[in-house]
């Protein structure tokens, strides 16, 4: 089958598109057949060397959504040819098929394509563990979403949304803007312009926002702890780099700065993750936004896009 290999770190050069054999499914493990593969930045960072588990040669990606091929001894929950997405590979999901614990592949409702199923996992996933694990949003709150026109950001809005929060969104385009409009924000700002923070403190009267979740904290965080109200919390979810704080902006408010990765979720925290995010699917709560599409071979492209400003929903690869 074919499949994108990574035999050494490096730019997005070192992905190479080639002939792999295909996965058998072991006992408690399944095989799905591949129709889209999500990109998520944290793939390239992987791709880098930022993961020292990672040891080359394997094949990125954790995000798709297909059928399943073939089912290992013990598997009941699914049958060849049920439509599932996953959140999570044993074998990296850029390829035609992909292995995956049986656990880790979830029913895909019928009204949901095959881009949108590979579009769930780590957008969705993350946002409500950082909303709702790490943020402890209540409803009646205010959020402050950073890059809300990416995946996870659209995620984030909608959850927020659904769960009674009042939601302040930011993107950098005006299609983006447009997009989070569209998935539920009540407000929307622009982070290109020189004091759209300021803008986020007039919206709340002064008090501040109670939750932000920071998608490149390198960039913001220094800014953001001004604009929290008092007991506010900043959810570090993505960055690329360092930063300086004023610690008396955290101290001033009893705020708090929490990271988080979806890699520390525990199975039974990803469990009921999951069940919500199934749940938001079927009330329509949740409508996954596809962005732009690449042929797996242009894997390389997709890597490059996945990391430019501006983002409008999700990165797929078609096998």
């Known amino acids: 089958m074919k499949s994108i290999r990574v035999h050494q770190f490096g730019g997005p050069e070192v992905l190479r598109f080639e002939d792999v054999p295909a996965p058998q499914a072991g006992p408690g493990q399944v095989v799905v057949r591949v129709r889209a593969a999500g990109v998520n930045p944290v793939d390239t960072y992987f791709r880098s060397g930022a993961n020292p588990a990672i040891k080359p040669p394997y094949t990125p990606g954790s995000d798709a959504a297909g059928e399943v091929e073939s089912i290992g001894a013990g598997v009941t929950a699914l049958a060849p040819g049920d439509r599932v997405y996953v959140g999570g590979a044993l074998s990296g999901t850029y390829a035609e098929s992909a292995l995956c614990d049986a656990g880790r592949a979830y029913r895909l409702p019928a009204h949901l394509n095959f881009e949108q199923g590979a579009a769930l996992h780590i957008p969705y996933a993350t946002a409500h563990r ?189 096998p």
């Open 130 to 318: 950082a909303l709702f694990h790490r943020a402890q949003a209540k409803a009646g709150e205010t959020v402050l979403v950073h890059g809300a026109s990416g995946g996870v950001g659209i995620a984030a809005v909608q959850f927020a949304r659904a769960a009674g929060l009042t939601v302040i969104g930011t993107a950098g385009t005006e299609q983006g803007r447009a997009l989070v409009h569209a998935e539920g924000a009540h407000h929307v700002l622009d982070h290109a312009r020189e004091g759209y923070l300021d803008a986020a403190l007039q919206l709340t009267a002064g008090r501040g926002v109670d939750i932000i979740l920071e998608m490149l904290s390198n960039v913001n965080l220094g800014r953001d702890l001004p604009a929290l109200a008092m007991r506010g919390r900043v959810i570090v979810i993505g960055s690329r780099g360092k930063v300086e704080v004023t610690p008396r902006d955290l101290m001033s408010r009893d705020a708090d700065v929490r990271g988080m990765t979806l890699f520390n979720c525990s199975s039974e925290e990803l469990a009921a993750i999951h069940a919500a995010v199934h749940a938001g699917l079927c009330n329509g709560t949740l409508r996954p936004v596809v962005g732009r599409r690449f042929p797996l071979a242009q894997a390389a492209a997709a890597h490059i896009a996945v990391l430019v400003p501006g983002a409008h929903g999700k990165i797929i690869l078609e």
